[in-house]
């Protein structure tokens, strides 16, 4: 079975500096999809970040990058340059190639303090 | 572009009765899923709808149920309550199925409460 684990429960930084959140995965299967969602305190969950596992190439989305290191089955997000409206709940998800269902992990409350 | 609406945003309820909660996805979108979050744990699936029939479903028991109506909206029913059932229901939406890699867009979801 797939789990994703995400061993930070709760961070804080102060805004300008530099973060990043750890998620760790398990699987056997070779042909997958990693995600980063952020949940604001307005709810919504939004897409950050996504990488495919057959890319070497790390993900990023301007101020948001990923250090996927498919061997340690790590798949760490760093926030640069962190903003107040950063402040948010961040998941990790997978997704088999060959499954339909999302799997997340129980996220890391980020806070970004002034 | 209107993004998932999910109402209401809040729903009370007492043990034994029944909830139905409702989506729209972003208009042609047609994949709809059904997530609960429970306070400190992550997301777990629910039920994945995709050109009104049921495609997949989590590791949920029978009284979570739903159906998806031609319009692509969504409905969420479970009956018969438990307090367990206290949580947050979010809904989300793509433009094709999970192996198309389209990415899932949230509603703000339903916050079920349980007393």
């Known amino acids: 079975a797939q789990t994703v684990t995400q061993s930070q429960p709760e961070m804080s930084v102060q805004e300008a500096e530099t973060v990043t959140l750890s998620c760790t995965y398990d699987?056997?299967?070779?042909?997958?999809?990693l995600f980063w969602y952020k949940q604001p305190p307005s709810r919504q969950m939004i897409l950050v970040i996504r990488?495919?596992?057959?890319k070497q190439q790390n993900a990023t989305e301007n101020r948001f990058s990923v250090n996927f290191q498919k061997a340690a089955k790590s798949f760490s997000l760093k926030i640069s340059d962190s903003q107040l409206g950063d402040t948010a709940m961040y998941f990790c998800a997978f997704r088999l190639g060959s499954n339909y269902q999302l799997i997340w992990g129980a996220g890391t409350k980020l806070i970004i303090k002034p | 572009e209107a993004g998932v609406t999910q109402s209401p945003t809040h729903l009370i309820k007492t043990r034994g009765q029944q909830a139905t909660l409702r989506c729209s996805p972003i208009?042609?979108?047609?994949?709809v899923y059904w997530y609960q979050q429970a306070l400190g744990l992550g997301l777990q699936f629910l039920l994945w709808y995709d050109e009104g029939e049921e495609r997949n479903r989590g590791n949920f028991p029978p009284r979570f149920s739903g159906r998806q109506f031609p319009n692509y909206s969504s409905e969420l029913n479970v009956n018969a309550l438990e307090l367990e059932d206290s949580a947050l229901y979010l809904c989300a939406s793509s433009l094709g199925p999970p192996y198309s890699n389209q990415p899932q867009h949230f509603g703000d979801g339903t916050r079920l409460s349980i007393l």
């Open positions: 699987t056997s299967e070779s042909n997958y999809y």
């Open positions: 208009s042609g979108h047609t994949s």
């Open positions: 990488q495919e596992a057959y």
